[in-house]
């Protein structure tokens, strides 16, 4: 079975710039986390979504984020402008349905620098 | 509200000694408990989880966790380090009866000496 699939793996960037993150959940999962990993921070949990409807974006940090789940097997987490603070790692997840324990499965995160 | 401390930042062993690495949780309800391990500059993987069934979980790796309500803990050891269990440790709490959000604790990093 393939995982949580996330894209770009790194990313360096200018502030400013838009950056998009992208993520192809494990198939038949019916939720959807995108979390942000900082040294200062620790792991945070930006959005989720359920059957592609957002639940919870209470986690985003300002209207410069947005994140789309147009269908199952695609979101998009949106940076627009970037600044350097937004430096992190961003982990996509996904879990099959709150029946199963509620594990969630990570992906290898997208390593974003903006400079 | 539901919550999580890992008591320890930093951890260091030296190789075939036992592993304990603390966490203490907070919960409204009955939760679910997880361990996750990141090794450097990888994702997160699943080491164990508790969920209301046996209270001494057992993981991958050759980690496991009792979970003890009296003491609001799940504790991680392993009885024997090894070099390659060197990583970054999580402790995770979710509320069943919510939507299953996952709340992560600061992390406990591994060192393990030769």
């Known amino acids: 079975d393939a995982g949580v699939i996330q894209s770009p793996r790194h990313e360096v960037t200018e502030m400013g710039q838009e950056v998009t993150l992208r993520c192809k959940p494990i198939?038949?999962?019916?939720?959807l986390f995108w979390y942000r990993q900082t040294m200062m921070r620790g792991l945070e949990l930006l959005i989720y979504f359920n059957n592609n409807v957002p639940i919870d974006d209470s986690g985003m940090p300002e209207d410069r984020f947005s994140a789309k789940m147009p269908n199952a097997s695609f979101s998009t987490l949106k940076i627009q402008p970037s600044e350097p603070r937004d430096s992190a790692v961003y982990f996509c997840?996904?879990?099959?349905?709150?029946?199963?324990?509620?594990?969630?499965?990570f992906g290898e995160g997208s390593w974003l620098t903006v400079v | 509200a539901q919550s999580v401390t890992q008591l320890d930042s930093h951890v260091s062993v030296s190789e075939g000694t036992p592993v304990l690495l603390r966490c203490n949780y907070s919960s409204s309800y009955s939760p679910s408990l997880f361990w996750y391990v990141q090794h450097p500059n990888k994702g997160l993987q699943l080491l164990l989880k508790?969920?209301?069934?046996?209270?001494l979980v057992k993981g991958i790796n050759g980690f496991e966790a009792e979970f003890k309500k009296s003491e609001t803990s799940f504790h991680l050891t392993k009885p024997s380090a090894h070099m390659s269990d060197a990583a970054e440790y999580f402790c995770v709490v979710s509320e069943v009866r919510n939507t299953g959000k996952l709340i992560f604790g600061q992390g406990t990093t591994l060192q393990v000496k030769p």
């Open positions: 997840a996904s879990r099959l349905d709150r029946s199963s324990g509620n594990t969630i499965y």
């Open positions: 198939s038949g999962h019916d939720y």
């Open positions: 508790y969920t209301s069934a046996a209270t």
